[in-house]
């Protein structure tokens, strides 16, 4: 039923690459011995511990398709592990998100490094690291002091970008965002709602690119590629991680020649509470179900959703029983 068979290839190889080399690692571990070759569920698949009944989690995420299929895959994979576990989707942009943890409305939720860095903690986004390891060490101590906890990143990171139609882009002989300047007061851009605050969106282009639009239009975050197909903005906001940018060339990505939108690692951040309650499975859980959270397979994920309209929830199912996490 997939628009697009060569995702389901990608994502089905993968998969059986993860299947190949847990059963390899786990065959090496003996002496040769078929009763003591592993199979996938033993190496990867989250095991129900009784000791987490009654312990109940709400999972939290933000307002567009990744992040709603992230909060999937966690809550699903703590529940696996056996947890009481709620969700609480679609909250919203980043501050409703915090808000929603700092208040316990949520147990916990998935963030970028690169947003919690210039959302919350004000550094320019010159300063956030672009290594990954860093960017989340500079971020975990940053929550410690609000009393949160964050947990190690996913493989795959994502961005803001700078979108426009390929025919477009030609016609502009445009390539970069720089290349927009003496061009930008004849275009309009549309953007998230908190696009006019953030430093990596509407703000960024202004102050560090000294870009001037003829309109800024807040939309609807899933609206941002219909924007482009029907012509009401020459410019739109998107995600390096969209499924649209990789199954298409209909898109162009403007290069960010001056790294003014840092791309960030996703990371899960929890309440103190929620964590010293859940116990070691909880962190243990997050770190594993991720793992196989490349680039390729979160826009994979993205494209089921988006593209193929499955449910998130169906999505994130899948992900989890097609790398062993759950039967």
């Known amino acids: ?16 690459l993860v299947l190949a080399l847990a059963v390899t690692a786990c065959g090496d571990d003996d002496d040769g011995d078929s009763e003591e070759t592993g199979t996938e569920e033993s190496a990867t698949a989250i095991q129900e511990n009784p000791d987490n009944s009654g312990v109940q989690l709400t999972i ?16 699903q994979a703590l529940e696996a592990a056996g947890y009481d576990v709620s969700t609480d989707l679609n909250l919203g942009d980043e501050q409703v998100a915090l808000k929603a943890l700092d208040s316990g409305d949520i147990s916990g939720y998935p963030e970028y490094t690169s947003t919690a860095l210039t959302s919350f903690f004000d550094f320019a986004p010159e300063d956030v690291p672009g290594d990954a390891q860093q960017a989340y060490e500079e971020s ?8 949160l906890v964050s947990y190690p990143p996913t ?3 994502s961005a803001n970008a700078v979108g ?13 965002i720089s290349d927009l ?20 969106c509407l703000v960024g282009l202004e102050k560090y690119y000294g870009l001037d639009f003829k309109s800024f239009t807040p939309v609807d975050i899933g609206l941002r590629y219909e924007v482009l197909d029907k012509g009401d ?30 791309a960030g690692n996703v990371i899960f ?23 196989n959270l490349t680039l390729e397979v979160m826009q994979e994920l993205n494209a089921r959703v988006d593209i193929d309209k499955e449910k998130p929830e169906e999505a994130a199912q899948e992900y989890l029983q097609q790398f062993g996490y759950i039967q």
């Open 60 to 75: 939290g995420s933000k307002n567009f398709t990744e992040q709603i299929v992230l909060g999937e895959i966690y809550a």
């Open 181 to 200: 300047k003496g061009k930008s007061q004849d275009l309009t851009l549309y953007g998230s709602p908190e696009c006019r605050q953030r430093i990596d």
């Open 233 to 262: 903005a020459d410019l739109s906001i998107l995600f390096t991680t969209d499924a649209q940018l990789f199954v298409s060339d209909k898109y162009t990505i403007l290069e960010d020649d001056k790294g003014v939108l840092p």
């Open 1 to 16: 039923m997939s628009t697009n068979p060569r995702l389901r290839a990608l994502f089905a190889l993968l998969a059986a």
């Open 269 to 291: 951040v929890a309440s103190q509470d929620a964590a010293d309650e859940a116990g070691p499975d909880f962190g243990e859980t997050i770190e594993k179900v991720q793992q």
């Open 155 to 157: 493989p795959f990171s």
């Open 164 to 176: 426009l139609l390929s025919s477009t882009a030609d016609d502009l002989g445009v390539s970069t």
């Open 140 to 147: 975990k101590d940053e929550f410690a002091g609000e009393g």
